[in-house]
């Protein structure tokens, strides 16, 4: 079992959604983020003051997989996220211990589908 978390750009969160539920990986949490990264963020100006916004919007999506949909998920968060632009995100692959169905107390592949 495998935990995934990608880091991608809000307005592609409906075309990842939608390239997951193609690759049949309907199960995930996701979280409005802020994150600082090669982007640098950028200069705003408000009543004459500057500020340097440094931290941008980001979602998170972390997504319990077993291992025989590790890749599936992989590819189709790569392709559906990516514009070719600065900013487009992460994807990070971590091992997953155990999980449990608090439903049913099932553990491991079985709790995560």
């Known amino acids: 079992m495998k935990m995934i978390i990608a880091i ?4 592609k969160i409906g075309d990842v959604k939608k390239a997951l539920d ?13 994150g ?6 950028y200069s705003e100006s408000y009543r004459g003051a500057k500020f340097e ?5 980001k979602v998170r ?17 790569s392709r559906s996220a990516k514009t070719g632009n600065i900013g487009d995100g ?10 449990v169905r608090i439903r049913t107390n099932e553990r491991g592949k079985v709790a995560i589908g």
């Open 36 to 41: 600082a990264g090669r982007q640098k963020g």
């Open 53 to 57: 916004i440094n931290l941008l919007k």
């Open 8 to 11: 991608i750009q809000p307005q």
């Open 90 to 99: 992460k994807i990070f692959v971590m091992p997953l211990e155990d999980a």
């Open 61 to 77: 999506l972390d997504i319990a997989v077993n291992d025989d949909y590790v890749d599936a998920a992989i590819q189709a968060i």
């Open 22 to 34: 193609d690759a049949q990986i309907h199960l995930m949490t996701v979280s409005n983020v802020l």
